[in-house]
């Protein structure tokens, strides 16, 4: 059964199927007829020619445009080649983007598609868990500026998002962690039984049990589209989402990208946001341990190495979602409720030292 | 009085007032504390202290960014470039960019505006007759590649549009003809009425009477506003705006943006619009002679040079509204009933030559 994504005329669906079955069921929402299929060096040698050769089965023109993989692609210089290669193969507004790879594919993609004659549509064909999980779903696009990441975007949502769980059989084992910390934060956030879930099934999931693989990858993207189709421009509840990323942003932006990947920061945001909830006495002492125990065994950091307490605060006061320098943390109470939390440096500093 | 551009939760004011009243004026309007005022190095000398005193005696913060005069600044370049000042001067989700300028300068801040931080207000202050009468209504906002202009952009409406007649005292005389271009279209495409108070008043709109031009852009703005509240993303008739434009656009391209001003080619694509009505039986030659007189009595070209018609076809058929490489044109009849036609190529040829 397919997820759909409730938006009204926005709506799409989240398709589980095999990529070679990806042009099939794409006829069913996508009107296009050329696509522009845009992917890193590193997914096009696994499955580049099996999306295309899916996509032509089914009569659609297949164009395709590759940038190298990793973060350093994800600036206004790709996408504004990317644009150029769209103008260069004729596509039209009646045209389609197809993102295939993780994150960074999927965020500079869909920029293109909000941008080219302001707006075509696209597809999301996520082939990472943490893409799977999170950032193929709910429309946030963007790219970087040297200065900050995610920091020039829109909300664009896709035609419909392809999920292959086969996929990540390519997946190097790191890559694989850092979705589970995005999955570890659904079950926290929203759903005490798929927490439980998570703690009994962990080790099939790093096995790479296929079964238990999908049923994560399903909840999770029920449980996200739930809330953005609640909030889709993140006025209120969608900020639920970024519990463990304030600090998760800054242990990354201190790091320069390099030292942890985006899950484990999120893990590490994760402890010490259900440090302040227990601080706060918003949580139980059982609560934080089960999920401290949780990060663990999905083999994700629970601490971050000894940065100066200033150099954090200035890359919290610095977020994005930071207001006129307060630092906004997405907390949870025991019954997972969302609070929207101004934090004093102070306290921060309590929990954190 | 205001006009109001009716487009549900995104309603806008275009409010005519001095540009010392703008500040005052905008606290009906925008929420934000702080405002980055984006013009450039023309405009600048003008206005931008006054716009900037206005809306510090508000109490707005105010931060200011110039830009190159012309065409030339309208790039992914430029905007990288405000993107980065805007997060170096620490906007936030809550501030706002103000357009102040004619039509690229409108057109790259409200970009900014659209894709920063995934998009914040912005408010325009147009302060060319072009800007004021077309390209600050609306919410389409772009910059261009190398290859093709407004190829890159978004619908992002301002909050407010801020119209101060009497910087049009400052604008050159060929730059007001190309704005009574666009005026002398609203006639055509909408209001036999206005049509009719053109050609008695166009003597009065050259002088810069300032009464005359006051009316011309209201009664403009109102077209427009009507036109885009129908039709805010142009499924259908928001496209008779482009009434002179598919023409238009490829005589400007043909001459690399350099022979022609845009309502200069308008006003030639236009007569070439109204000729091919004609041949259609859709208007009266006494219509057709009207709409020739009256552009002729803007002072604006109403024939063009003599480029080789493959030349004309080649750069009509990569429009980018052009759709599978058929022409499309907007025509009207007698009665400014709006007809979205495709034009042959034969067509076009016994009309051109």
């Known amino acids: 059964m397919d997820l759909i994504v409730e938006l009204g005329k926005r709506s799409y669906p989240i398709i589980f199927c095999d990529i070679d079955e990806a042009g099939q069921r794409l006829t069913e929402c996508v009107k296009s007829k050329k696509f522009m299929v845009i992917t890193d060096d590193n997914v096009e040698k696994y499955y580049l020619k099996d999306i295309c050769r899916s996509l032509e089965s089914q009569g659609y023109e297949v164009v395709t445009s590759v940038i190298p993989a990793g973060e350093e692609s994800k600036t206004m210089e790709t996408a504004k080649g990317l644009l150029q290669q769209a103008l260069k193969y004729g596509l039209d507004r009646t045209s389609c983007i197809a993102a295939l790879g993780g994150?960074?594919?999927?965020?500079?993609?869909?920029?293109?598609?909000?941008?080219?004659?302001?707006?075509?549509?696209?597809?999301?064909i996520p082939t990472t868990l943490l893409a799977q999980v999170d950032s193929s779903v709910g429309g946030k696009v963007a790219v970087n500026l040297p200065e900050a990441k995610n920091i020039v975007g829109a909300f664009h949502q896709p035609r419909a998002v392809i999920v292959d769980v086969k996929t990540?059989?390519?997946?190097?084992?790191?890559?694989?962690?850092?979705?589970?910390?995005?999955?570890?934060?659904?079950?926290?956030i929203r759903d005490k039984g798929f927490f439980q879930w998570l703690d009994i099934h962990m080790?099939?999931?790093?096995?790479?049990?296929?079964?238990?693989?999908?049923?994560?990858?399903?909840?999770?993207?029920?449980?996200?589209?739930?809330?953005?189709?609640?909030?889709?421009?993140?006025?209120?509840?969608?900020?639920?989402?970024?519990?463990?990323?304030?600090?998760?942003?800054?242990l990354e932006a201190l790091t320069d990208y390099k030292k942890y990947t985006h899950g484990e920061a999120v893990a590490i945001g994760m402890v010490y946001a259900s440090k302040i909830a227990l601080n706060r006495k918003m949580i139980s002492q059982q609560f934080y341990d089960e999920i401290l125990k949780l990060i663990k065994k999905a083999g994700l950091p629970t601490v971050f190495d000894d940065f100066p307490f200033e150099e954090v605060l200035n890359k919290l006061t610095s977020d994005k979602k930071a207001y006129n320098g307060r630092i906004i943390f997405a907390l949870v109470d025991e019954n997972r409720n969302f609070i929207k939390a101004e934090i004093h440096p102070d306290e921060i500093k309590s929990v954190l030292y």
């Open 168 to 188: 990540l059989k390519t997946l190097p084992e790191r890559e694989l962690k850092t979705g589970l910390a995005e999955v570890i934060k659904y079950g926290v």
């Open 103 to 124: 994150g960074v594919v999927g965020d500079i993609s869909g920029f293109v598609a909000a941008t080219y004659m302001r707006g075509i549509d696209f597809v999301q």
């Open 203 to 250: 080790e099939d999931l790093l096995a790479l049990d296929m079964e238990a693989l999908k049923y994560a990858i399903k909840r999770s993207c029920e449980i996200k589209a739930e809330i953005v189709g609640q909030d889709e421009t993140e006025q209120g509840l969608r900020a639920v989402l970024n519990f463990g990323h304030t600090l998760g942003h800054a």
